[in-house]
């Protein structure tokens, strides 16, 4: 079956650092990819829809200049939390899809952890 | 923005079937109803999707009503490995917004 993998699966940095985090589908091409967020006994939230080639889609309360999302091919998104804190402490997960209507396949998330 | 409704939480005994409803009264034609579930401390796995006619996998069956402002997973036997938080969710034709809800956490009892 389809695999995204998300990488590193937990990262603990210090408060103004920057953390990239990486998304790629392994065996096909993702039109688009999304990334979440998620807190302690809470649901996904998305922070933003991204598709190759072009800018990505904020949510609404979602800052795009701290958290800056590239999908530079259709096999890798990256996030990066820039000048993190430590309420950015969170699990964040990627997921992408081949087509607009197939299933999403997620990576494993990322736990992050802003000292 | 979710647009669906669940239960929080459901309990099952081991080997038993189990059916988790979804309301979703304003779907709209072109929306594809979407079941996953997620493991503690992991991400979201795929179970199962469709769009007006029931669907079945080696996972688990989705049935959808007429009206589709409705929809059904049934796990037909139940073990200890679905145990699991089950997000029903409806993915536009257009692919994006692809909210999730605050699912139904299945507890399934030995």
């Known amino acids: 079956g389809a695999v995204v993998s998300q990488h590193p699966s937990w990262v603990i940095c210090k408060s103004g650092t920057s953390v990239k985090i990486e998304c790629r589908s392994l065996?096909?091409?993702?039109?688009?990819m999304f990334w979440y967020r998620q807190f302690p006994k809470q649901s996904l939230m998305l922070m933003a829809t991204s598709n190759e080639g072009s800018k990505a889609t904020y949510e609404q309360g979602v800052e795009k200049d701290k958290f800056l999302i590239n999908h530079a091919s259709l096999t890798l998104s990256t996030l990066t939390v820039t000048s993190a804190h430590p309420e950015d402490s969170s699990f964040y997960i990627c997921?992408?899809?081949?087509?607009?209507?197939?299933?999403?396949?997620f990576g494993n998330g990322t736990r992050l952890t802003v000292t | 923005d979710a647009k669906t409704t669940q239960p929080n939480s459901m309990e099952s005994n081991e080997e038993e079937p189990v059916h988790l409803p979804c309301n979703h009264s304003t779907i709209s034609g072109t929306d594809y109803i979407h079941w996953y579930r997620q493991l503690p401390s992991q991400g979201p796995e795929y179970v199962i999707h469709g769009l007006t006619s029931n669907v079945n996998n080696r996972m688990a069956s989705l049935a959808i009503a007429e009206d589709r402002k409705s929809s059904t997973l049934i796990l037909h036997r139940a073990t200890l490995r679905d145990a699991a938080v089950y997000y029903c969710?409806?993915?536009?034709?257009?692919?994006?917004?692809?909210?999730f809800g605050t699912g139904t956490s299945l507890t399934v009892i030995p």
């Open positions: 065996d096909f091409q993702a039109t688009t």
């Open positions: 969710i409806l993915r536009p034709y257009t692919g994006n917004q692809f909210y």
């Open positions: 997921s992408a899809s081949r087509e607009p209507v197939s299933p999403l396949h």
